[in-house]
């Protein structure tokens, strides 16, 4: 089997996703997505991973992998770079689930559970509702709303707005800690017991405001905090990890197994997150999990993007053995069903992965015609990228396929 072509698809409608399509000589295609800053991610697959991919076996997946990453890593290979990888690598594995008719958890070792417990992030329930104030002035209402359909644990964001101008996360006065804290108080009085809490910080905070503020929720019950300060700097998130009782998770910011490994070997984390559409696709992703497993730490994927990455986390959570839950957004997944189908089905708190095979789901077909799409394809024989011949003397991406 060959690659003979490489198509993206945008929509204005959702612009922050970008989906690539594989498709090959034996009429098997692949489908992929990443989200964020499109254009960029579109540019590297076009002009530089076609040249990787066209005229190569799909089914060497950890080759083509290897040989992207090696041709980005000298200048590094995170950013759109690994965007791009991620959004390929779920395509290729899309690929090998249709050609041996298998769903792509299978082939990652098949289920450890029957379904899996997501989470939702923020307390909107739909679009319109994301950014409201009232949100955050009665959040007891919409978290009743998630109680009732069986979701018990919400991740909410009160402190980020408090890291602006002018002390851009170096400071919260007592004032601002006060206005973040009353909102996680009138969530825990709402709903009591009955709802886990987790708090999200966006990475916007220094070590000491993000352990004055961790310290400062430790009255609430707190499931965890998720990036309280940047982790590029293990030690430092470890700092603020050794200061608080709650769980810290890291992080969606990272990229590759080499990331994480830092944040591991500095026990700088209690929950390892990942987004599969931004750390490295499907085969980074499960080897980040597998890494946290080794030090006796769960895994939450990150998602928040498209259609698509959803579904790939349900496959990669119904797999993973050190699984914490899955990462959903209601607001989000409530609209996919006009661009991909079928869809998983989220039911009291769960969701259920597609049994099809590879993701089990397709682009609708029409989306490719529609007046908001930018369609871009690169074909066997075109080589966009000058560079490509330096990877070639290289020795990148010069075996040939297998026949
Ligand atoms: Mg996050």
């Given at each position: 089997m060959r690659i003979t072509k490489v198509k993206t698809l945008q929509l204005k409608k959702i612009p922050r996703v970008i989906w690539v399509v594989l498709e090959t000589d034996e009429g098997i295609s692949g489908l992929g997505e990443t989200v964020a800053k499109p254009g960029v991610a579109r540019a590297v697959?076009?002009?530089?991973?076609?040249?990787?991919?066209?005229?190569?076996?799909?089914?060497?997946?950890?080759?083509?992998?290897?040989?992207?990453?090696?041709?980005?890593?000298?200048?590094?290979?995170?950013?759109?770079?690994m965007r791009a990888i991620s959004a390929i690598d779920i395509a290729l594995w899309d690929i090998l689930g249709k050609y041996t008719g298998q769903p792509i958890y299978r082939l990652l070792g098949g289920?450890?559970?029957d379904k899996v417990k997501v989470y939702n992030t923020g307390l909107a329930m739909l679009a319109r509702e994301k950014y409201s104030k009232k949100i955050y002035e009665q959040p007891g209402e919409p978290a009743k709303k998630l109680l009732k359909l069986g979701i018990d644990v919400v991740k909410i964001a009160p402190f980020d707005r408090y890291s602006v101008k002018p002390f851009l996360g170096h400071y919260i006065s007592p004032e601002d800690l006060k206005k973040g804290l009353e909102v996680?108080?009138?969530?825990?009085?709402?709903?009591?017991?009955?709802?886990?809490?987790?708090?999200?910080?966006?990475?916007?905070f220094d070590v000491p405001a993000a352990i004055e503020i961790a310290r400062a929720l430790e009255p609430y019950d707190i499931l965890w905090i998720e990036d309280p300060a940047m982790p590029d700097n293990a030690s430092a998130f470890a700092e603020v990890k050794a200061a608080t009782k709650i769980r810290i998770a890291a992080s969606e910011r990272l990229h590759t197994r080499y990331a994480f490994r830092r944040i591991c070997e500095n026990q700088a984390a209690d929950i390892i997150i990942a987004d599969?559409?931004?750390?490295?696709?499907?085969?980074?992703?499960?080897?980040?999990?597998?890494?946290?497993?080794?030090?006796e730490l769960p895994f939450a994927p990150h998602n928040a993007g498209g259609p698509v990455l959803h579904i790939v986390n349900s496959l990669l959570c119904i797999n993973i053995p050190n699984l914490w839950m899955m990462e959903s957004m209601r607001h989000n997944y409530q609209n996919f069903g006009e661009f991909v189908t079928p869809l998983p089905e989220i039911k009291n708190g769960y969701i259920t992965p597609l049994e099809g095979p590879g993701l089990g789901a397709e682009l609708k077909p029409e989306l490719w015609d529609r007046e908001d799409a930018m369609v871009?394809?690169?074909?066997?024989?075109?080589?966009?990228?000058?560079?490509?011949?330096?990877?070639?003397?290289?020795?990148?991406?010069?075996?040939?396929?297998?026949?």
């Open positions: 697959i076009h002009e530089v991973c076609s040249s990787f991919l066209l005229g190569k076996n799909p089914l060497d997946i950890e080759w083509l992998w290897i040989s992207m990453f090696r041709a980005f890593s000298s200048h590094g290979a995170t950013g759109a770079e289920a450890c559970r996680v108080k009138r969530l825990r009085e709402a709903i009591g017991d009955r709802m886990q809490i987790a708090i999200d910080m966006y990475s916007q599969p559409c931004w750390a490295g696709g499907i085969s980074e992703t499960k080897k980040i999990a597998s890494m946290a497993e080794v030090y871009d394809t690169t074909v066997e024989g075109e080589v966009r990228d000058p560079e490509a011949a330096v990877y070639k003397q290289a020795g990148f991406g010069t075996r040939q396929p297998q026949q």
